[in-house]
């Protein structure tokens, strides 16, 4: 029954873009194989969400890779001590602090060995340049760019076949892909956006701010626990 | 002294091929950066021997990138036990198993972001399209590709700065990159090739036929041991 679906790989990090996107690719019928990463990030939190979201979906394999990113350093994001995470909004003139070099290059390598093996026709991403313009990795440009270097450098390429690089979310507003999200019954609860990582949301944060932020334009209440509630 | 020399990120196995492109990168006159991998191979003798060369090199900083690619599985050089080492001689009609998915997107990712980090004007490369002219990735037009996707991708290409992948072994026959090598004393004996990784060079798997080949249409004599002499 599994031979003739459609597959894809989706790029899951337990958060709240990266969830939709895996309901959206779910909604479409795909063969689901989500990929999560353990870089060293600070906030590991979103992983474990990682896991219940792929179970909530029933995909047919899941798998965490673990790179030592947090050695190469250069961002807020990671175990970089002497820069700090942001509060005061993100400036779309300026790359935030938050941005890990290269980040998305490297996951969607990885992603894409992984479809070359399990013989994926995509690969899913929750890349958005609404919110976060300044990432420059997360822009339409990067994203064709990449798509043709991949299929240039795989044996998958090079047998004619083609790995597409989807990013369904890429010019949705917060609040349009929670909008499509709950339409789709994502488990929002199964998610996690705080940059901090306590035991509740911080609620003060960027990521906690666009997430609230996003909610409320949408329409909807956000059903996670914030320490400012 | 460092603050104005153009620095240069090397890809380094502790193969023949990196090592040359690590004293050809040296003889530019470049600060070097070298970057090596661990990602499950089955064989990584080869290590040792890169931190042999960067020492030797007195490189300026040595990182090394651990990654669990061998859970993605897909190829004889990973833990991937239903492939087989070949000792065949390589096909290059066809892709060998020893082609491990993606992987020089993979390292070339990751090592877009040390670049990025430490202000790279360039990363160098051991890609050769002449032995291995199965392996995709190690084509031009997949550089080529990778490079504007990188630039796009990366905060660097967005300040109009611009990394560049220098492959300077990628028309260069074993035997050219041999002669190349010892014109500018590389230390052959700090390298490795051989897939099986005993004490000795095994001397009949591809890797070890095809260094014993090059040294000898380059008039050399190689200076590690078979098990084979």
Chains 1, 2 share one sequence.
């Not at 969830?19 to 060293?40: D, K, N, P, Q, R």
């Not at 989807?166 to 488990?187: C, D, Q, R, S, Y």
Request: with cysteine.
């Amino acid at each position: 029954m599994t031979g003739n679906n459609k597959k894809a790989v989706v790029l899951l990090s337990g958060g709240m873009d990266s969830a939709t996107v895996l309901g959206i690719a779910h909604s479409l019928g795909y063969e689901l194989y989500t990929i999560s990463f353990y870089y060293g990030q600070r906030n590991n939190k979103e992983l474990g969400y990682a896991t219940k979201l792929a179970k909530y979906y029933k995909v047919k394999e899941y798998k965490v890779i673990t790179i030592n990113l947090d050695t190469i350093g250069g961002s807020a994001l990671l175990t970089d001590t002497n820069l700090n995470i942001p509060t005061n909004r993100i400036d779309n003139n300026n790359i935030p602090v938050t941005y890990v070099p290269a980040r998305n290059i490297i996951f969607l390598s990885i992603a894409g060995a992984y479809a070359e093996v399990v013989d994926a026709e995509a690969i899913f991403i929750g890349a958005n340049q609404m919110d976060y313009t300044g990432y420059p990795d997360c822009r339409e440009e990067f994203l064709t760019a990449f798509e043709d270097a991949l299929n240039k450098g795989t044996k998958t390429g090079q047998e004619g076949k083609r790995i597409k690089i989807i990013a369904p979310l890429l010019h949705m507003t917060k609040a349009e892909i929670i909008k499509k999200g709950m339409e789709l019954g994502v488990p929002y609860q199964y998610t996690w956006s705080c940059y901090v990582g306590g035991r509740k949301a911080c609620g003060k944060c960027d990521a906690c701010k666009l997430r609230l932020q996003g909610f409320e334009e949408a329409g909807y209440q956000d059903v996670i626990p914030y320490e400012t509630q």
